[in-house]
């Protein structure tokens, strides 16, 4: 039913906008008007729709409480002397009736028979509802178009009315993306906050033991939950360093190739197939280094390892030729991978903004290309080129698939690249994944794990303001 309020809506907009081009026309034939035909059409289409936009929400948001207080208004006394859940459940299945669906044979008598007649009572509250609602829209919606039909004429500001509502639209667009940010971190301080309640912030920040499942003996480590961070921390920063740096050299050096070496073809063909990488979905990634990635590095570690055992290495080739799939190497080379276009395509775009004339100057004064390059276009470009670096950490710290695919689950804390490790973002998701109760401290471990990756997030943002401020003032 929603879907054909819209149309009427729409309708209403089109007809509004047609009638007063049409009025506006007519008014103004001979006469010098203070704004266009179709800016005073557009006023018309305007109050047709935002007021009966308006209604609409409004009754989107105010139906289902008047339907269920009219539902419960007519109910039996057999339905009413059900216990909430087994209402809440007879009332599921006769909607389900209601629309069409065969009746549920697990109510007893006279329930069985009450529910049939309860689905088509629903059926029908609900459509003379929507009814009523699609007709209140169409009447507001005929109303406005006549007021506004009734301002038409050549002294009339109808530019600035639609400048002012287009202005109120854009401001509605950013206080939304605002507020939006706002209920993020203000659901994340709220929820962070109970769980700090329940766990200490220094044992969370510090501990070295991460266990948040809930214990089936009194004498496992979990039975209280182990809530120390540390591991995680650990294993986020490691990957993300293995993953920068695979993505930062091969991403910058692709850009000054491609900037200032390679010719008009070889460009036009070449970073197009390196921004690709960009478009490939991250799961894809997952499957690369699980399938591919993972198998191949163990093969080649038990190798050496197999070489190694029996001589003076032999704990180290044990070692090796234990080494499994899954290792923080594998997810944090798949991810510098997936990573390279984010360093390239932007660090190509920033060194070729680097005005042309800095270049021919230095080759002015003898300078060699590689020279230019290092001496000239590198400074030039470092604001940007850290920017670059930045979205790629921020992307890095924010990937989930690689990881969980790659890396593992285990919260070990170690800089081996051979280990399995975990990060943040897979633990949180791990946290919240079923049904969740959101009053333990292992649920609430994931708001607190968020607000902690946010606030380090925005820690780097800001170190990385202040570099690109200070660079940029010593080059100006």
């Not at 599921?92 to 529910?115: F, K, M, N, T």
């Not at 769980?195 to 033991?209: A, D, H, M, N």
Request: net charge neutral; charged share 10%.
């Amino acid at each position: 039913m929603t879907w054909l309020v819209f149309l009427i809506l729409l309708l209403a907009g089109a007809l509004a906008y047609g009638g007063g081009l049409a009025l506006a026309r007519r008014r103004g034939r001979d006469v010098r008007s203070h704004s266009r035909p179709g800016q005073h059409a557009a006023f018309a289409a305007i109050w047709a729709v935002i007021p009966a936009l308006v209604v609409l929400t409004i009754g989107q948001i105010t139906l289902p409480g008047i339907a269920t207080g009219l539902i419960e208004a007519g109910e039996t006394p057999a339905v009413a002397e059900l216990e909430p859940f087994r209402r809440a459940a007879f009332y599921s299945d006769a909607r389900r009736v209601g629309a069409g669906d065969q009746a549920q044979q697990i109510w007893p008598a006279p329930l069985a028979q009450e529910l049939t007649a309860t689905g088509q009572r629903i059926a029908w509250i609900g459509n003379g509802l929507n009814l009523a609602l699609g007709a209140l829209v169409a009447a507001v919606a005929l109303i406005g178009a006549l007021v506004a039909f009734t301002r038409i004429r050549p002294d009339f500001r109808a530019r600035s009315r639609v400048e002012a509502w287009v202005a109120i639209g854009l401001f509605a667009c950013s206080a939304i993306a605002v507020l939006t940010t706002i209920g993020i971190i203000a659901s994340l301080v709220y929820d962070s906050w109970r769980f700090f309640q329940s766990v200490p912030i220094t044992e969370f920040l510090f501990g070295t033991k991460w266990s948040p499942q809930i214990a089936i003996r009194a004498d496992q480590v979990g039975s209280s939950g182990a809530f120390g961070a540390v591991p995680l921390f650990a294993g986020t920063l490691l990957i993300m360093l293995i993953a920068m740096i695979v993505a930062g050299p091969i991403g910058l050096f692709s850009a000054i190739y491609l900037s200032e070496y390679a010719g008009p073809k070889t460009r036009a063909t070449v970073k197009p197939l390196l921004e690709i990488l960009a478009g490939v979905p991250t799961v894809v990634y997952g499957f690369f280094a699980a399938l591919t990635v993972g198998p191949a590095l163990r093969v080649f570690f038990n190798t050496i390892g197999g070489w190694l055992i029996g001589g003076p290495l032999d704990g180290v080739g044990q070692y090796l030729a234990l080494v499994q799939n899954q290792m923080a190497l594998t997810a944090g080379a798949v991810m510098g991978i997936m990573l390279i276009p984010f360093v390239s395509s932007l660090s190509d775009d920033i060194i070729n903004a680097v005005p042309q004339s800095l270049r021919d100057g230095s080759f002015a004064m003898g300078a060699t290309k590689s020279e230019t390059i290092s001496r000239v276009l590198m400074p030039a470009a470092l604001p940007g080129v850290a920017g670059a670096f930045l979205l790629a950490v921020s992307r890095a710290i924010g990937e989930t698939m690689i990881v969980t695919m790659a890396a593992g689950l285990a919260a070990n804390l170690t800089f081996n690249p051979l280990d399995t490790v975990t990060t943040v973002t897979v633990q949180i998701v791990t946290l919240l994944t079923g049904d969740q109760e959101f009053n333990s401290p292992k649920t609430l471990a994931a708001f607190g794990l968020g607000l902690t990756l946010f606030l380090v997030t925005l820690a780097l943002n800001i170190i990385a303001q202040r570099i690109v401020s200070a660079y940029r003032e010593q080059y100006d």
